[in-house]
């Protein structure tokens, strides 16, 4: 194509130039080529863009586009340009033929292709917010394809070692980047605060590590694992730059978990056909990007009711607040709540226009004598897994039946309808056995070894050891392995470690 344009520019400036009446100037040409003629001996690329042209003649673009046409025909004019080399802010190209790296494209591009290329579509929603705030906070774009690998973008994602969100935070993990886990709120769901919680997360393991691709593999597998890795293979890893660190350090051996050894190729994988999808065959319809404005309601408002203010449905509701477990805004703060944008204009007037049976969460009553959680709940038209969702203290006897006089919080079957199914978010289930929980602590100002290890019932000895410290110094925002001696990670008042 660019030698057809090369010609093409040359002749149409000669036959216009001619039809101006001007004699154009001659190019030194081979002692064997005739006056006025293109020897085609002559490399193409090597031609003055200017032969033949004097000073003197202006000819105007819409001339020189009409007699291209007329000449050679639409074609060269309706040419598309070169498409543009993709860059991304993440080294792909030094390892791009690793062939971990090769195996992830071929499954993404292959067996993988159809369920890939949604995941991709769902991004269009949510890339372009992440992209923003990884730039905003220096950090490279390209990390945006580490949601990809972990959730698909899925804001609901699951796994079975209760990893939730965009992001798969544990819920220790998202509380110590400052999200809000709990029965009401879970903010691992929401794409927007948790992308706020993971750059604040992978900028720690960042300033640990001193490399981005050993910041991914610590976020899957865990910084102690990592740190102890690179103190084993520390000979392994001498001199390397710290993305190569990587690749020696999983060569080295199978300390890491496969699939952490996995993490960084798969990462890289994902950003070599995202980029460009079009190369490897597939056909992706993205998703509009996820935009809304955002209301304030007061404490217990249900989406159902805010739903009707914006004159939205419930569904577009629950869709830009998936962070807002039980079809209400939690009871102990006014809240802000997305709407469609547009719908945020006008939206406080129209709520106050409501029923306050639209507005009302639940209403009060009192168990009656001898009545059973199931009669409580058919007197509110709910089930009775429904009914405990908010009323979590209800205790029945060993008959079956409740106290007397017991407040209860009947909900509405709007609220109801917009709450999700899910189990307590604020119950930290990776690794539990029957030795103990295997939590990770984010470390904040003031702490000590003494006091976390305190808090877990573990000891000092035990948090260096797992965590492949050399010394008790510890940073704000360090990520810690903890095993503690119990099921539940809730503070000790007494432990051993202490006596």
């Known amino acids: 194509m660019l030698v057809k344009a090369r010609v093409a520019a040359v002749t149409l400036v000669v036959l216009v130039t001619a039809c101006h009446g001007s004699k154009p100037k001659q190019a030194p040409t081979p002692e064997t080529a005739s006056p006025?003629?293109?020897?085609?001996?002559?490399?193409?690329?090597?031609?003055?863009?200017?032969?033949?042209?004097?000073?003197?003649?202006?000819?105007?673009?819409?001339?020189?586009?009409?007699?291209?046409?007329?000449?050679?025909?639409?074609s060269l004019a309706t040419a598309p340009a070169a498409a543009a080399e993709p860059t991304w802010d993440i080294d792909v190209?030094?390892?791009?033929?690793?062939?971990?790296?090769?195996?992830?494209?071929?499954?993404?591009?292959?067996?993988?292709s159809d369920r890939f290329a949604q995941e991709l579509a769902r991004g269009g929603r949510y890339e372009p917010i992440i992209r923003r705030k990884l730039r905003a906070a220096g950090m490279p774009e390209d990390m945006t394809y580490l949601a990809l690998i972990e959730s698909g973008y899925n804001p609901h994602a699951y796994s079975s070692a209760a990893a939730v969100g965009l992001w798969q935070f544990m819920a220790s993990t998202a509380r110590g980047t400052g999200l809000r886990v709990d029965w009401w709120i879970d903010e691992?769901?929401?794409?927007?605060?948790?992308?706020?919680?993971?750059?604040?997360?992978?900028?720690?393991?960042?300033?640990q590590f001193g490399s981005y691709y050993l910041a991914a593999a610590a976020y899957n597998g865990g910084?102690?694992?990592?740190?102890?890795?690179?103190k084993r293979y520390a000979d392994e890893v001498e001199g390397e730059s710290g993305d190569s660190a990587?690749?020696?350090?999983?060569a080295a051996g199978n300390y890491l978990r496969a699939e952490t050894r996995d993490y960084v190729p798969k990462l890289i994988a994902a950003a070599l056909v995202a980029k460009e999808p079009g190369k490897y065959g597939l056909k992706v319809d993205y998703l509009p990007e996820l935009t809304y404005d955002s209301v304030e309601v007061g404490p217990s408002t249900p989406l159902a009711a805010v739903a009707k203010a914006a004159h939205a449905s419930l569904a577009d509701i629950q869709d830009l607040n998936p962070q807002v477990l039980r079809g209400m805004t939690p009871p102990d703060q006014r809240y802000l709540?997305?709407?469609?944008?547009?719908?945020?204009?006008?939206?406080?007037?129209?709520?106050?226009?409501?029923?306050?049976?639209?507005?009302?969460?639940?209403?009060?009553?009192?168990?009656?004598?001898?009545?059973?959680?199931?009669?409580?709940?058919?007197r509110a038209g709910v089930s009775v897994r429904s009914l405990t969702w908010y009323n979590r203290s209800l205790k029945p006897t060993k008959r079956g039946h409740l106290a007397q006089g017991q407040t209860v919080l009947?909900?509405?079957?709007?609220?109801v309808a917009g709450a999700l199914d899910i189990p307590d978010p604020s119950v930290e289930k990776w690794g539990t056995s029957s030795r103990g929980t295997t939590v990770t602590h984010v470390v904040v100002k003031g702490e000590t070894l003494g006091r976390i290890a305190l808090r877990y019932g573990t000891?000092?000895?035990?948090?260096?050891?797992?965590?492949?410290?050399?010394?008790?110094?510890?940073?704000?925002?360090?990520?810690?392995?903890?095993?503690t001696r119990h099921r539940s990670s809730k503070p000790h008042r007494k432990s051993k470690a202490a006596s």
Do not use: C
């Open 93 to 112: 190209r030094s390892f791009e033929t690793h062939d971990r790296v090769v195996y992830f494209v071929g499954r993404f591009t292959g067996p993988s």
């Open 410 to 415: 009947l909900p509405s079957p709007a609220v």
């Open 223 to 230: 910084a102690g694992r990592v740190s102890r890795g690179l």
């Open 246 to 250: 990587f690749f020696s350090m999983a």
């Open 188 to 207: 691992r769901r929401d794409p927007v605060r948790s992308t706020d919680g993971a750059i604040k997360f992978l900028g720690w393991l960042k300033e």
């Open 337 to 378: 709540v997305r709407v469609p944008m547009g719908d945020g204009e006008g939206f406080d007037s129209a709520y106050a226009q409501l029923a306050p049976t639209d507005r009302a969460a639940f209403i009060k009553s009192s168990v009656k004598k001898g009545e059973t959680i199931t009669a409580v709940a058919q």
């Open 459 to 483: 000891t000092v000895p035990g948090l260096m050891r797992l965590n492949g410290m050399s010394g008790s110094r510890l940073i704000p925002g360090q990520v810690l392995i903890v095993k």
């Open 36 to 74: 006025g003629v293109l020897d085609t001996t002559t490399s193409l690329a090597n031609l003055p863009l200017d032969i033949g042209v004097p000073d003197s003649v202006h000819i105007p673009e819409p001339d020189v586009t009409h007699e291209a046409v007329k000449i050679f025909g639409d």
